[in-house]
């Protein structure tokens, strides 16, 4: 069999040769001074109307060449594709001014897929944010509960305690109203009992200490002096001393006192005999 000259046979065991690298056209593009995202998108517009083919059969992509400055224009990229040519996903390397970008095309269906998951994303974390915030929100309520029934119990136990408090206080003092002889006594008597000691004392006399048994106060006093001056209740002294020095003197409690007598009216000078 013989063959044209241009044709050949082909092993069918050959690798197929690899595709041919999609043709990307580069430009290069200045922006006027501004806000980063003001010349970013003066950038895009012009990458856009100067394309060299129409927008429906070109890819592109625009890329900073040097770092914003306040105050200075900026430069970008702009690289140029056939839309048939690249696949889902392209990336490559090019020299625009005398600089190597790195550029990657993206397909609109990938990138349609790549907006889906970035959305699906954040619906996601914005439902955990929303179910966070609900929960702190709810740890807040039962906190702010949980203190306010705290707050109650401790008035409660503090209440309680002071309530306790009082009691023992007046346990107490019934144990010493019982160690004194005084527990028939009212407290109102047992003050109005040592006020009138305290009141009717002697200046020369040495009280040491006030007992009561059986509503009759007694009264230890130093030396023979009468320990009370012009008493309205009657003050007996005891046959013998309670210890060396130290006589006891008994007195009446007040309900049984003589009242006091009346001081005498002042007699008209022309009644005088």
């Known amino acids: 069999m013989t063959l044209a000259p241009d044709l050949h046979l082909v092993d069918e065991g050959d690798p197929a040769p690899p595709p041919r690298a999609p043709t990307v056209f580069v430009r290069t593009l200045s922006a006027p ?13 012009e990458a856009r109307v100067g394309a060299p ?22 430069r970008f990229a702009a690289a140029y594709v056939r839309a ?8 490559t390397t090019v020299d625009a001014g005398g600089r190597s970008v790195r550029i990657r095309f993206l397909s609109m269906e990938l990138r349609a897929r790549q907006v889906r998951k970035v959305a699906a994303i954040a619906a996601v974390a914005g439902v955990t944010a929303l179910l966070t915030l609900a929960a702190i929100t709810s740890a807040l309520g039962v906190r702010g ?77 130093r030396g023979d002096t009468p320990p009370f ?11 013998k001393p309670s210890r060396p020095g130290v006589w006891l003197w008994g007195v009446e409690p007040a309900a049984a006192a003589r009242p006091a007598d009346p001081a005498p ?9």
């Open 84 to 91: 048939q040519e690249v696949g889902d996903d392209f990336e």
């Open 145 to 221: 509960q949980t203190a306010t029934r705290l707050a109650d119990t401790e008035l409660t136990a503090a209440t309680r305690m002071r309530h306790a408090s009082r009691i023992a206080a007046d346990h107490d003092q019934a144990r010493l109203l019982d160690a004194a002889g005084v527990r028939h006594l009212g407290v109102r008597d047992l003050l109005a009992d040592m006020a009138w000691a305290g009141a009717a004392k002697a200046p020369a006399a040495h009280i040491d200490a006030l007992h009561w048994e059986r509503g009759y106060m007694a009264v230890e006093v």
């Open 33 to 45: 001074p501004g806000a980063p995202w003001d010349q970013a998108r003066v950038a895009a517009l």
């Open 229 to 239: 001056a012009n008493p309205d209740r009657a003050v007996l002294k005891a046959d």
């Open 53 to 74: 083919l129409p927008l429906g059969e070109v890819m592109y992509r625009v890329q900073r060449l040097d770092p914003w400055s306040l105050g200075r224009p900026a």
């Open 265 to 273: 009216a002042p007699v008209p000078s022309g009644d005088r005999p």
